[in-house]
């Protein structure tokens, strides 16, 4: 027999409900007789359990890692380990997934097989990040475990300051907004700067996403610091048999107010025949009206990319944004994309070379200003930047003339 | 034997592991439709067409879980699966018939299908009590409390538009911004443990990471230690991960806020950060109830009072915050005014009232 | 014969043109045979031609007054009177005018009367605050030509530290939209504080500017310490045939895209019979749609005012808008002309005490924060004072619960 | 004699001055139209009308030119004026055929009739050299140059919505917020006389005053007096009006810059500051062609480009900030992108962009 079960009332009322219960997983893997797992995760759930009473966690950090890398493994050592002895370790490993989280089912089953060999059992699918988390093993564990993840094609995701697991929506795979290949982009961006990834000297962790159109489905301008976002140039396409099937079904007044009233830039204008008007130099390609309007309107051809950097959640100066760096580019030949890799490249090393320590790109852009940071990495100044010019006339402008001149050469280069 | 070198593969090639119907049409989809909730249906220029089916999971899965739902996958659906930014599941097929099998086989074995347009889907996760060093509660626990009451709002798409929730589980916040965020808020400066500080903390380094410059080097029993000015102290929590005696998670003055209005999306406005609505709410496991009735209350009030394809804060734009907190009938106090000297943007510079 | 006139060729060119031209009025005085300004506006004209030659200034100032005030002239003494000497002393008297700057035209021709006895015939009609500036005199005959404007019934207007002449539109004399009683707000609330304006004792300068509606004639929100904007609660006034009639003479296109859609919180709708449809909870009250069609649409009954405060021009940190600080008052009886009395003299006080020299009421709410100034001068926090509540978590919120009840509390009462 | 101490009668009713119809009909007018350009007709709930007809003029006038206008008024316009915010002047008739006698004997009398509606009304106006004591230029001339050049934009109602423009002859900016804004802009530091420091200057006032603290008390020649880190200094002016000898004004480095889209009223959208579009243009009297040329030629783009009521902000806020550095062909350069540290609410933080 076992190990026997602590007391889990509180966990205990987690089982019930609608919705799949974590709590009835690592229940199941703690009554697996004869799982190498099987007291760890007794003692797992005693633990929470604890924190559960208490209010309180119990984990601490470490060092744990596998020989060759400087990072990845999430490590964790229990505090009270005295009463909850079996998981005294319980570190994470972070596996970068395919891009787009595609998996098959002997893929799945292989990934369950290594983890209940070397680890837990227990696998988060996937982290806030976009790693496959397996949750929970010992130090002892993590090099094996590690080297047949690896035979079977899988990597160590980031962790520590260094650049980290990247994520990419769905998209070209099933989404007719793609605007991008999502998942070549990431894959270059992330495999080319995998050095960074797997020794971590960077200031700080260093996030690339993608996404395949503006409507933004991986959270990219608030949660990367270098987003790829997919968009076009030319005119959006507009099926004007559609439309008129669309308002026929809707009503005017319904498309009126649901898709005409709430264009940002009233760039669209109901015809009296029920055609659609879009006035294509004021679209600032938002997706609306194409989203509600799917089968109507779809994004143009001439695709490509904007780029945006700097965005990050709360800690040290609240939420930021990322901004526009790139406001287009084409993504169609090699010569592309190795211009992409030079940009993030270039961000990268100046990211480096400029940032505090523990200072993200956007904190980093916040200090020294996006001037500054655009002229470090090689980007000249775009007015698609802004979302207006300076307001205050506090500035000391004395070369006002060569800056002017830069401009109209670029414009008549 | 030398130590075996790791193989720096990097992101794998996803078209290895991906539905051949997905492959076979990449960059070719035209349009998509929703037969049913939890249901989308692609068609592609290829005039080929795939119907998805999404369910929710627990994200944290034990193996059992996941070989259950690779049984489904190989028994209704080709064998592929694919997951969500929301820890969702994908089934795609591309025969209509097998769709209500799949959905009632999901149904059936625990799985709720839904999650796709105008619902609430699946909240986002971090790793709470679980498995993180600094975390003020469960995300696990408040999520599964909250899907569990949300669950029919999953499973149907009676929702204004899509809501995106997140949680996090400290200050930090791993979880996104949300249209509605359940976040960890401390409200009292961090407990000193003298006796560990000169051991264990990087004291320059926490000195330097505090926001407000609210700690400074002391001796305090003859012994290097720090001092905290709680006049300053915002209790972010910044100082707790490089320096763990400073305890600031407390199990009665670490509390819940909720935020609203985050947008990521382009669709429309600009994207937008999620706003205070409530905050000083209990940690209260294993259900956070008084958490899980502010949701509830207020994406009751945005269903009923919300217009199509507005998102809770395209609502409240239109509607307005004094609007807002009438129909949730929540305080609104100081706190909710900005405070910090950039905060000027957030006044009512107008004479754009609603009545 | 009078003082020779001096050259200036670069003035001269300021003649040609069909604005009217200031120089042609100065030539006029200057070559006004035996006038007492005569020699003075010969040497203005030779100073600013000076000016025009060298591109600087030549005035500086001094310490002018009358009997009694502390304040309203401007002193200007010439640096280069050496060779301009008869316009060495160059005052200006800034004297406040009727609100909504209604004149008969005797009283104007007092004006002009008193100025040629007393000063350079130069009268600016009105200076950037409102007042009438009497601009050029000097110091000895500052005190004569006060008593006689002030037997006329007029005052002196604000200058230095003090409370500031103050500007109401025309308003109800001549405005449909006008949902105040401008003239009597400006009257009451200068008239009551116009000790801190004829004695100069204030951290700085603090100006009334009162507009009848949103559309701000008077630009009160970017241009006053405390802006009093007119405007109304019940629903706006629809006449559905006068909608019908511009529906009719614009075309649906027209009015969809030039009312509708621009309507800034989506409150507008246009029915498939041309009537429109008023979301009267979601307006802002912003004018637009009542601008356009005015002869359709108008505020409603329930009428009152907007308070904003802080507002200013760029000196020290930059352009500062006014922000709302109570949202709706009414205005009928003579206690709701006090309550705004109150809501002045509250804010003079606070400002009195709590700015820093040569800090603005903006700059001093921007330094201590809307809500230490809201309730220093008794006011309690209102959503409408905010366009979206605080998105950074870094705020110690210890009394959450105290404030949370006072909230309820007033929602109770 | 005693001294003659003041009546202290504040600011005057104004119903002893105001036109008879107007006074009979306050706060019960009905609509307005504007039978043609500079000409308004106001209807009352009473059926009462009056028609106003507005002028420019000058603003500083001589006692002549008044008169003159007293005259007209007199004659024409029952014997009562107004003026406007803008010194416009006002003329009220309640018979309408006296409105044309009156339009014509101004038009010939070279008050032009304007500035109403969708018109290039007068450009609100500082001292300058005429009077101000810190005047890094002339308003008076610059506007007297411009309203000459714009003389069919005053006169005529073409514009997509009103234009409402500013001067402002130095950084303290006495002129408003404008559609249009032709100010001073210093581009050097001051410089400064030091003999004349320890005289005339308050030092510690002019220290505390400079808004990025570039200013500290130094000994020069043996005597008290100040030194500017010009690293720091933003060239703002502010420490010039109390400290004289810091020479900020320069005949070549006082420069004009020219900001669009401030909008003071709450139509549409809150109201918004203007923003910088050119710098660097020649301070250059009499006639500023310079300067004059850039506000043309925005205004000339503004009536192509924008939709009926669209004021310059709204337009710009449509086409967006490329499309507007595209057709006027003014330069975009790093000044554009705002730099203090509060910057981030004027960078895109969004996918929007325009093609
Ligand atoms: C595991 C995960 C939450 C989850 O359950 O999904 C997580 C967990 C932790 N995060 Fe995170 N973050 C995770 C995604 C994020 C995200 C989301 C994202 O990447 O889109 C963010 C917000 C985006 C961003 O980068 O700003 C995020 C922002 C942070 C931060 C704040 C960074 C900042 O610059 O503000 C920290 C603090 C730090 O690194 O010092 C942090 C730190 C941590 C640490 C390492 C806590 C610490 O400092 O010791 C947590 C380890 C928990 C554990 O025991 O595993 N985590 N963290 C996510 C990573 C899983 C994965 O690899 O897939
Ligand atoms: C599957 C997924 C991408 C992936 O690679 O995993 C996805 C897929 C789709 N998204 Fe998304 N979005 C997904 C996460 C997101 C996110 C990120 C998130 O959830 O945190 C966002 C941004 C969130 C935000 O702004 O907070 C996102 C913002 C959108 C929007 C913009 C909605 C809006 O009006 O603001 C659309 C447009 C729409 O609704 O038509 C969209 C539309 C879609 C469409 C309709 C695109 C398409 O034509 O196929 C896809 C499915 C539809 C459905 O659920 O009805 N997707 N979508 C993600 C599903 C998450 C889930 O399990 O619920
Ligand atoms: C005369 C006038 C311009 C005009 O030609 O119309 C003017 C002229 C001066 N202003 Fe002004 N301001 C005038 C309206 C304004 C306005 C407009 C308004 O009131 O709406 C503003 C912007 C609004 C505001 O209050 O912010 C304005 C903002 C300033 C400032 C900056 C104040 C600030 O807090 O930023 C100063 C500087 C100061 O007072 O230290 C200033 C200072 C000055 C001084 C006294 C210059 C000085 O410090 O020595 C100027 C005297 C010129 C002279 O010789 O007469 N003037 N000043 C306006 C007053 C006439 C009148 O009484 O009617
Ligand atoms: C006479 C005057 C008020 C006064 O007490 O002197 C006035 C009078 C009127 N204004 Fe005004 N406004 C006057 C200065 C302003 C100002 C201030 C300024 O010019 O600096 C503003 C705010 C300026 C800004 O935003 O920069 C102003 C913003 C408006 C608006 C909002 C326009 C918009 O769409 O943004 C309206 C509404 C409209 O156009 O229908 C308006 C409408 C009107 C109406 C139509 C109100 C009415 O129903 O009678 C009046 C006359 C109409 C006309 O000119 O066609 N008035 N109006 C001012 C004339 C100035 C001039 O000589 O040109
Ligand atoms: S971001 Fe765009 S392309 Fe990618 S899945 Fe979402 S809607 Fe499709
Ligand atoms: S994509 Fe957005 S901005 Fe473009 S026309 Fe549609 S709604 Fe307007
Ligand atoms: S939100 Fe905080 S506590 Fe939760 S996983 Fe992230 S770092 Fe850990
Ligand atoms: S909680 Fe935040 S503000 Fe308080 S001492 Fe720690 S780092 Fe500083
Ligand atoms: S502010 Fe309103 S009430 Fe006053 S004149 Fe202008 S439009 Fe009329
Ligand atoms: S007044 Fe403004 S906010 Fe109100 S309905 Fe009209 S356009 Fe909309
Ligand atoms: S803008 Fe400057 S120079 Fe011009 S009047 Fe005002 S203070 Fe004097
Ligand atoms: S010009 Fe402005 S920034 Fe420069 S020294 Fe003077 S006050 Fe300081």
Known sequence: MGKPMHNTPMLDQLESGPWPSFVTGIKRLATDEGKPYQGMMVDLLGQLEHSYETKKGYWKGGTVGVIGYGGGVIPRFSEVAKNYPESKEFHTLRIMPPPGMHYDTKLLRDFCDVWERHGSGLIALHGQSGDIMLQGTTTDNIQPCFDELNEMGFDMGGAGPAVRTGMSCVGAARCEQSCANEQKVLRMLVNTYIDDMHRPALPYKFKFKVSGCPNDCMNSITRADMAVIGTWRDDMKVDQTEVKAFVAEKGRKYVIDSVVSRCPTNALSLNDDDSLEVDNKSCVRCMHCINVMTKALSPGDDKGVTILMGGKRTLKIGDLMGTVIVPFMKLDTEDDYEKLNEIAGNTIDFFAENALEHERTGEMIERIGLVNFIEGIGIEVDPNMISQPRQSSYVRMDDWDEEAQKWQDRKAA | ?355
Request: proline share 9%; glycine share 8%.
């Open chain 2, 1 to 355: 034997m030398p130590p075996r070198m790791p193989i720096e593969s990097g992101v794998p090639d996803p078209f290895q592991y991906m539905h051949p119907t997905l492959a076979r049409n990449y960059g070719a989809w035209k349009y998509h439709e929703r037969p049913r909730p939890g249901v989308l249906c692609h068609t592609g220029d290829s005039g080929d067409k795939v119907w998805t089916v999404r369910a929710g999971t627990q994200r944290q899965m034990d193996v059992y879980t996941i070989r259950n739902l690779c049984d489904i996958a190989d028994n209704f659906a080709d064998g592929y699966v694919r997951f969500t930014i929301r820890s969702n599941i994908e089934f795609m097929v591309t025969d209509e018939t097998k769709v209500k099998p799949l959905v009632d086989k999901l149904t059936a074995e625990g799985f709720p299908v839904g999650g796709t347009g105008p619902s609430v889907t699946m909240i986002s996760h971090t790793q709470g009590w679980l498995h993180c060093d600094i975390p003020g509660t469960d995300a696990s626990g408040v999520v599964k409390s909250l899907m569990d009451e949300l669950h029919e709002e999953f499973i149907n798409e009676n929702m204004p538009n899509r809501v995106h929730m997140t949680t996090s589980c400290c200050q930090i916040n791993c979880g996104g911004q949300g249209d509605i965020a359940i976040n960890i808020q401390h409200t009292k400066p961090p407990k000193i443990n003298h006796n560990l500080v000169a051991n264990v903390c990087e004291r320059p380094t926490v000195v330097a990471r505090c926001p407000v410059a609210a700690i400074r080097p002391a001796l305090v029993n003859g012994k290097p230690s720090l001092e905290v000015d709680e006049k300053k102290c915002i209790c972010c929590g910044a100082c707790f991960p490089p320096c763990p005696p400073m305890q600031i998670n407390d199990p009665e003055h670490s509390k819940i806020a909720i935020w609203v209005g985050g947008n990521q999306s382009n669709a429309r406005s600009k994207p937008t950060f999620h706003k205070l609505v409530a905050a000083g709410i209990p940690n209260n496991p294993p259900r956070w109830p008084e958490a899980a009735a502010i949701v509830k209350n207020i994406l009751r009030v945005y269903k009923e009072d919300a217009k199509d394809w507005e998102r809770i804060g395209d609502w409240v734009e239109r509607i307005g915050w004094p609007r807002f907190f009438e129909l949730t009938e929540l305080p609104f106090t100081k706190y909710h005014i900005d405070n910090w000297r950039g905060a000027r943007n957030s006044l009512n510079a107008s004479a754009h009232i609603r009545f």
